[in-house]
């Protein structure tokens, strides 16, 4: 009988997911939240489960207990929890497993093990990779956390064990300010993930994020799939990701692909993941955690090396040997990511809630989109803000850019604003250009007069002109209307070719 797999996820990862289950001949089964009931998502299914969100006001995917009972009593045999808080979450591994149920994902204990930073970093040690000078472990407090500071020396930087996507992280310029700083990290820690370890670390000041993706299976072998540049950020979360890397060289790569696959190695992972490192200015690296998912960024892994990294996360989860061997992965060309956030980029990336009047996406043969969202969709509150992935490929870094702004300039969405402005003036900045940007550009470049359009003015009359006739006229044109307070003039540009 076909496997019957659920996606315990939603929007462009659960349909992501879905091609590969397809591609598998497997049964594709996901839930119906009742935040969510026209989702774009559920047209892609073979079955959908509905499922009421519980009395504690949380989504079915965020009810671990819940779904395990519904993958039960519907005679699931695999659950793939796509990435975020189920993926992390070693209770949930455990609720699957202990219901005979094959979780696509790395073992319960590993994702413990490496959900606590300060244990990740101890195997880190025991397999030679290079840290970043700091504590080994959590600190008792922040009497300790001076002692640490005053002897590595300012800036350093609070981290939560149990932490990510910034939550529980505080930058620490000064020994006055050290106290304060530890108390409301290690409080924002113990409410987002029940644990208020800390432990802290050497600041580096202009760093880049670097990830190296694996892949490993149940029976010893582990491949790396080359790097990814994450420095794009804002807010300790990524928004622009690149493969490779134009700061890595190949003498880099193969060292620091090693270094991943002996970690992994070591720790008997399987399944996809990825070791984070960071790198100084000066070019030295230094390992920072492992994640044991597969990451909202992964498609231009996949792009460069032409390796489905779903595929064999399920193939992986269902014992399948790992065929592919370190010799077969060949990277070919650049990939760029853009992710499209329902934001206000020019009020501290503020999110952004309501209809979607319009959504048209460039259909370019180097272009890949992953979307959860369709003309006339909602952007809840309930959910995060990202709308779609743009994914983008060139022969080399120089066209992949080229073919990114391109693809830009062809999408098209009414309604509400979105990072895509920002993203714009990133990829024609001469530090993304020349691949100095590092993770502190949207703090100390970025600033809002990079969005601003030398015809904004002209533009916006032109705007007011033809909304003004619109309703005198009474007429029901095909020129958009706009509901928002500021005017998207990225759209507006494109919408009537001025």
Known sequence: MKKRILIANRSEIAIRIIRSVHKLGMIAVVFKSDRE?????????DEV?????????????????????????????????????LSENPDFAQLCEDNGINFIGPSPQLIRDMGLKTVAKSMAIKCGLPLVPGSDGAIADAQAAKAYADKIGYPVILKASAGGGGRGMRIVEKPETIERNFKSASDEAMAAFGNGDMFIEKYLQ?????????????????????????SLQRKHQKIMEEAPSASVTPAMRKEMGEMAVRFAKTIGYYSAGTIEFIMDEDGSYFFMEMNTRIQVEHPVTEMITGVDLVDWQIRVALGEVLTLKQED???????IEVRVNAEDTQNRFCPQTGFIDLI?????????????????SVITPYFDSMVSKIIVTGSDRKTCIANTLAALDNFILDGLKTTV?????????PAFIDATYTTRWVDQV?????????DEELIGALAATIM????????SSDLPTYKNDRLNVWVLNKRLNY
């Open 421 to 429: 402005p920002f993203c714009k003036a990133v990829l024609q900045h």
């Open 468 to 475: 003004y006739a619109q309703e005198y006229l009474q007429l």
């Open 206 to 230: 202009n760093p880049k994020h670097l990830e190296f993706q694996i892949m490993g299976d149940k029976h010893g072998n582990v491949i790396h799939l080359g790097e990814r540049e994450c």
């Open 329 to 335: 992965i060949v990277i070919r060309g650049w990939a």
């Open 37 to 45: 009931p026209d989702a774009l998502y559920l047209n892609d299914a």
């Open 49 to 85: 489960i509905p499922a009421k969100d519980n009395h504690n006001d949380k989504a079915i995917f965020l009810d671990p207990e819940n779904i395990v009972k519904l993958a039960v009593e519907n005679k699931i045999d695999l659950i793939h929890p796509g990435y975020g808080f």
């Open 360 to 376: 048209q996406f460039p259909t370019n043969e180097n272009v890949r989109i992953e979307t959860g969202v369709r003309s006339g």
């Open 446 to 454: 970025f600033n809002t007069d990079m969005l601003e359009n030398e």
